[in-house]
């Protein structure tokens, strides 16, 4: 089992470029997170998904959408980044209720 | 609002003594407390939780302790040892939104020297 990963570790963007992260988990859960870490900061959910067509938002949605079209993906794109969105991102995914969630390694983002 | 938070932003200890982590919460309503560890680098990972209606929780040289009355989260790490170095966050769920939120505080870091 690899458990959560994440591509890719680390990225550089220019302000208003895109891009998509993704992340895939090989336990069969029903439900996978994004989140964003800032430096000093706990975790902040951006969005979640409790199953493979169905998404929502969590505490930090704006600038970013997310896509679950398989169950083991889900995916966090920003359409036009901003310097504001420079950030560790990392994805989860956990049983439908179940505390415990598994985490990714992250991805350092950083807009310029 | 909701909100977790902590006493302490960083904790050094000598290798062998115990640890105590603590973490203040807001929201009366929460259903479950966590404890995260994350290692430089890496993403969080889970050590215990205790649900809202607990005092009390053991597990392999931790406890965690809840006191809802001053609405109070604590760590207890018997015998640090060197590998326990990272930053401990403590998480509150609510589940009132329909599915498990996971609410997380700043972080501790504790340093273990030998």
């Known amino acids: 089992n690899a458990g959560v990963t994440q591509t890719p570790k680390f990225r550089v963007l220019k302000t208003g470029q895109s891009m998509t992260l993704l992340c895939a988990q090989d336990m069969n859960h029903e439900y996978m997170y994004w989140y964003r870490q800032d430096p000093g900061m706990g975790l902040r959910l951006i969005h979640y998904?409790?199953?493979?067509?169905?998404?929502a938002k969590g505490e930090v949605p704006d600038g970013y959408n997310v896509s679950r079209l398989k169950k083991q993906n889900f995916l966090l794109g920003l359409e036009s980044a901003a310097p504001s969105q420079t950030s560790v991102y990392f994805c989860?995914?956990?049983?439908?209720?179940?505390?415990?969630?598994?985490f990714g390694p992250g991805t350092r983002l950083t807009v310029l | 609002g909701e909100s977790v938070g902590l006493h302490l932003p960083t904790l050094s200890v000598q290798e062998g003594d115990n640890s105590i982590i603590n973490c203040a919460y807001s929201?009366?309503?929460?259903?479950?407390f966590i404890w995260y560890k994350q290692e430089s680098g890496k993403g969080p990972q889970f050590i215990i939780d205790?649900?809202?209606?607990?005092d009390k929780r053991q597990g392999q040289r931790v406890t965690v302790l809840l006191n809802k009355t001053v609405k109070h989260l604590s760590l207890q790490i018997a015998a640090t040892q060197p590998g326990d170095s990272a930053v401990y966050f403590c998480a509150e769920i609510n589940s009132s939104g329909g599915y498990n939120k996971l609410i997380f505080g700043a972080g501790t870091r504790l340093a273990v020297h030998p």
């Open positions: 205790i649900r809202s209606n607990m």
């Open positions: 998904s409790v199953g493979e067509g169905t998404t």
């Open positions: 929201n009366s309503a929460s259903d479950y």
């Open positions: 989860a995914s956990s049983q439908a209720g179940v505390n415990e969630q598994f």
